[in-house]
């Protein structure tokens, strides 16, 4: 069928009627290889090549996503290490980021189909373990020092969280840090340093040989 790319090239028809709900001008476009029209805003055709994509990838290049899970339903989610197809640029926020194809994934509504991708999150090579030995979705539990990242929203000792993803590089240094997300605060990814992790509960253990672990490792919410 039909399909409409990233710097296809293409002759205007005609133009097309301004809609109340759109202020911008549109143009019905025949591009090459394709039967139908296009419905074109001005904003998305240019007399020039396109530019090269964000990051020098390539349209069509196949990429894995190295980012904290993106979604909430499970069935929908973009998960860490997931492989996609660049299709174009993000055109619809100026971050610089890319259009990408994941199956089953959540998709945005500017880009049927594509879910938008910050170029960091972004990697040629399949994406390395997680730190720690610790897997994506595994739930773990916090033994760090309890600490509040919002008005009234804190996380305690002993709160048990998700697997979402690696704290990205800092300033070009990498950190053996997860990101976690607890039941009682969905919205947030809350980056841990692995040693304030553990498999075990920790209230399962006797209270006299209970550990916190190092104060050092402070944790960040994204």
Avoid at 27 to 55: H, M, T, Y
Wanted: with cysteine.
């Amino acid at each position: 069928g039909d399909e409409l790319v990233y710097a296809g090239r293409g002759v205007v028809k005609r133009r097309l009627p301004v809609s109340d709900r759109d202020c911008f001008s549109h143009l019905a476009v025949k591009f090459d290889g394709n039967r139908d029209l296009f419905d074109i805003s001005l904003e998305q055709l240019s007399r020039q090549p396109a530019p090269p994509l964000p990051g020098g990838f390539e349209l069509g290049e196949k990429v894995y996503y190295v980012g904290h899970n993106m979604g909430g339903d499970v069935n929908e989610r973009v998960n860490y290490g997931a492989c996609g197809v660049i299709r174009g640029p993000s055109d619809w926020d100026t971050r610089g980021g890319l259009a990408v194809f994941f199956d089953g994934a959540l998709t945005d509504t500017y880009h049927s189909g594509n879910t938008r991708v910050d170029v960091a999150d972004l990697s040629r090579a399949p994406a390395p373990p997680l730190p720690g030995g610790f897997h994506l979705g595994e739930r773990l539990y916090f033994i760090g020092n309890a600490f509040e990242f919002s008005e009234g929203a804190e996380i305690l000792f002993g709160a048990r969280g998700e697997v979402v993803g690696p704290v990205p590089m800092i300033q070009g240094v990498s950190c053996p840090a997860l990101y976690l997300r607890f039941p009682e605060h969905e919205k947030a990814n809350v980056g841990c340093h692995v040693q304030q992790l553990s498999r075990e509960d920790p209230a399962a253990k006797p209270t006299d040989v209970r550990q916190r672990a190092p104060a050092a490792a402070s944790p960040s919410v994204e």
